[in-house]
């Protein structure tokens, strides 16, 4: 058993590594070259439980789960695989005994730069416990080569550099070319009818390219269970054209390999140009036509009928990015296998299952109907029949009239590809309890009324062992103390036991302790990443995720130059010590995002140079937000900030990491933070704003925010100073109006007052430190229902039937 290994084995592998990669001994190797022998090292002992699994997969494994996202934030990998292997120590160890500390080992490794935030954090969690739980599940996604952006401070404002995460990353990247499949775009359909009437689609004049599978293996904890993750890589078949490079066109000839390549280049390019949708568009059906050829191929080696395929497999489509799998499966069963329409769609509609990931409309994912007439002329077809069909069922059930026309996967130019998972998957689940609710009474709720039981939620969920054991061990070891176990690791539910602990005094103080000790190490990784130098007394306040307007960054920076104010007001004024910690990248095309951003940097150089500051208020934005970075600021934060507008944000994760390790949390009744609250209550969690419903009903009385400003003097301070600037001379004038004359689309002027109010109350209560340490015990004490465990039964109960 490979988890029996012992540092003197492990360092002899890792050493015969460095001789059989690079010709080297660890005396002369750099820390990069030691991390890819180790990784490598590791990498071989999951190849061979996988060896070992696929011996038994007949015996153990009826149906298997096929999860498709365009993201899959998977972070470093040499640590967490370590971990759940048993073998950490190990590696530690033999890493020591080269005379290297294993933690510039670990930092060598790049962040695997393959999502953007929440979605693909999530999905990462998620392959983490189906192979904890001995499920066999897959993930598919996309191979980017510089995946998401650097982010980099530049003149106070984002910039977007090329991450080149895959330099490193061969050591966990195994090509697999006997897989390889061919995925076509362009050219057109030439019908053909036979003499019974069937129609057989002939597809001319198209372009192709090479689908090329790299897999990284995924292992599961203390059970030697392997998962893999499947990650296509885009070629042409023609790497070089000899006629036009023996021409002198050299530029020509390598056109056709150019274009194949960009098509897994980068996640996400901007699409604010045809060009950019064009792309997009390309990627998604690139992944999910090279997936669903891959689960066909393999299944039909191992059942032989493809008519048993919904017997045997689910897809999960995480979003609305992989939806083209329904048409595509539907192409394969009936251009491929020659199955009729009926038939074919039985299969699909057995066979797909749908994640939805957000409750705003204009965040639903929709496609210019030309454009995708043009690229996927098949499909097109195909799509058109799943809409007239769709249409005639809803003209049935619903009636001719606005309902049935709000719901067609094909209206006004445009293919809706929300209303497509709609009539084709089995299941469609929110991502919270609230989130669930939306979606059955608002977003979806014409479809709820016809087909009721497709409808339920799976609260996300988070991968405990890598949030909180791997990242925070100081905590791991204290729970295992109170616990005299570590069965949390698979019964996080185990975690409520520490309530037991909450007026115990020594284990309050043994909390504290470990955050200071979580601070002081997160302040050198801030000197280390930004040269910033933090207050180690302060009260680690943080807000950590994706920058959008909903999630109200924006609204933070305002409560923080209120305390500015009020220090310049009263340079005596009584305050608690804080540091506000900030993490977040902007879509390169999201201008107000940027903008935003631009201003939180604006006021951490105007505050953290500001005498009057100095140790009771500080800023620090986090450049080049990551896994890793998360991974760093995650154990040391105190307070978390989790103020999106009520209704808006669909769960999130972040808000349970924090929770796991003993954050606090300010927030709104949103998300998964209902959850939270349920659990926690008005003693261990601090909730303000207006609910959902106020919301809706303030919109519908005519919601004017110039009156709020009007008559709430501090507040038009803050936003004047806004657009005056601070020391830098920006104005940001801009975003003021949107507050102000915009209509204040996210309601943060309606709940600034509620948020400064509730920010004291929370300040008040936690600077008695005795108070700070039971908050964080109840906190991680009620976290165990947030695991991903928890949720991935969810979803192999209810809705895989694994």
């Known amino acids: 058993m490979f988890s029996q290994i012992s540092r003197n084995e492990m360092h002899s592998a890792i050493e015969d590594k460095l001789c059989a990669l690079f010709g080297i001994t660890s005396e002369t190797a750099t820390d990069r070259q030691i991390f890819q022998a180790a990784a490598t090292v590791i990498r071989e002992i999951m190849n061979r439980f996988l060896c070992l699994e696929n011996s038994q997969k007949n015996e153990k494994h009826d149906k298997e789960v096929h999860y498709m996202s365009m993201e899959f934030l998977m972070g470093r990998s040499l640590m967490k695989n370590a971990f759940n292997l048993g073998i950490s120590d190990a590696l530690i160890g033999a890493i020591e005994d080269m005379g290297r500390n294993a933690t510039d080992i670990f930092e060598a490794e790049p962040d695997a730069g393959l999502g953007n935030g929440g979605l693909g954090r999530l999905a990462a969690c998620y392959m983490d416990s189906m192979s904890t739980l001995g499920l066999q599940g897959t993930g598919y996604s996309i191979c980017y080569e510089l995946g998401i952006f650097r982010q980099k401070f530049a003149n106070g404002m984002q910039t977007e550099l090329a991450d080149n995460w895959r330099s490193a990353m061969d050591s966990w990247l ?6 390889m499949v061919e995925v076509r775009f362009g050219g057109r359909i030439e019908p053909h009818w036979d003499y019974f009437g069937h129609y057989t689609a002939e597809y001319v004049g198209y372009t192709a390219v090479n689908a090329i599978p790299r897999d990284m293996l995924i292992a599961g904890y203390n059970n030697n269970e392997i998962n893999t993750l499947r990650l296509w890589d885009a070629r042409s078949l023609d790497s070089l054209d000899m006629f036009l490079f023996s021409e002198g066109k050299y530029v020509e000839s ?7 390549e960009v098509i897994t280049k980068i996640l996400y390019p901007a699409d604010d140009h045809i060009e950019g949708k064009t792309l997009r568009l390309k990627q998604q059906y690139f992944f999910v036509s090279a997936s669903t050829q891959d689960i066909v191929r393999k299944h039909v080696a191992k059942w032989g009928d493809i008519r048993s395929f919904a017997d045997h497999h689910i897809i999960q489509i995480n979003d609305t990015h992989p939806t083209l799998v329904i048409p595509e499966l539907m192409r394969i069963l009936m251009d491929e296998y020659c199955l009729g329409w009926d038939e074919s769609w039985e299969i699909v509609t057995k066979s797909v299952a749908y994640t939805n990931h957000t409750v705003m409309q204009e965040a639903l994912e929709r496609w210019p109907q030309d454009l995708v007439a043009s690229l996927l002329p098949r499909i097109w077809e195909i799509m058109c029949e799943i809409n007239r069909r769709w249409r005639e069922y809803l003209a049935q059930r619903l009636g001719e009239g ?21 009539a084709a998957c ?53 729970i295992c103390d109170l616990l005299e176990s570590d069965s949390y690791l698979t019964d996080s539910e185990q975690l409520i036991r520490l309530a037991d602990y909450e007026n115990d005094e020594t284990v309050r103080q043994r909390m504290l302790e470990i955050k200071a000790q979580n601070r002081a190490r997160f302040a050198r990784f801030a000197m280390r990443n930004d040269g910033v130098l933090l ?10 995720k994706r920058l959008h307007e909903y999630k109200r960054q924006l ?13 310049h007001d009263d340079p005596n004024m009584e305050i608690v010590p804080r540091t506000y910690v900030f993490g977040a990248k902007a879509a390169a095309g999201y201008k107000t995002a940027k903008r935003i951003i631009e201003l939180l940097l604006s006021m951490q150089d105007d505050i953290n140079n500001d005498p009057v500051c100095k140790d009771k208020l500080q800023i620090y934005f986090v450049e080049n937000y990551r896994v890793s970075a998360a991974e760093a600021i995650v154990p040391a934060a105190q307070v978390s900030e989790q103020i999106s507008t009520a209704g808006k944000e669909a769960s999130g994760t972040g808000c349970m990491k924090l929770m796991m390790n003993g954050a606090v949390t300010i927030g709104t009744l949103d998300g998964a933070n209902v959850e939270m609250y349920e659990r926690l209550g008005d003693k261990n969690m601090f909730l303000f704003g207006l609910h959902e419903n ?37 104005s940001y004038s801009d975003l003021v109006s949107n507050l102000v004359y915009g209509g204040d689309p996210y309601m943060l002027i309606a ?3 509620s948020y400064t109010e509730t920010q004291e109350k929370l300040y008040e209560r936690i600077k008695d430190s005795s108070e700070l340490g039971r908050l964080a015990i109840m906190n991680i004490a009620e976290s165990g229902l947030f695991s991903s465990d928890r949720a991935v039964k969810e979803y192999a109960d209810n809705i895989w039937h694994v």
């Open 174 to 179: 195994v090509p697999r070319y006997e897989d």
């Open 254 to 260: 390598l056109e056709n390999r150019t274009m194949a």
């Open 402 to 422: 606005e309902q049935v026309g709000r719901n067609l996967i094909i209206r006004d130019g445009q293919v809706h590809m929300a209303n497509l998972c709609l």
């Open 426 to 478: 089995s299941k469609v689940n929110g991502v919270s309890r609230l989130h669930g609710d939306i979606l059955k009474n608002d977003i979806f709720r014409d479809i709820c009324s016809i087909s009721p039981e497709k409808f339920t939620y799976v609260t996300n969920g988070i991968d405990h062992r890598r949030w909180l054991a791997q990242i925070n061990p100081g905590l791991h070891s204290l």
């Open 535 to 544: 207050n180690p007394n302060a009260i680690m306040d943080v807000q950590i």
């Open 555 to 567: 609204l933070c920076a305002m409560h923080i130059a209120k305390l500015q104010m009020q220090l």
């Open 694 to 730: 106020e919301i809706t009903n303030l919109r519908n009385s005519g919601y004017n925010p110039s009156a709020y400003v009007n008559a709430n003097p501090m507040l038009d301070r803050i936003l004047t100073k806004f657009s005056h600037g601070y020391r830098d001379g920006k």
């Open 751 to 753: 709940d600034f007052q």
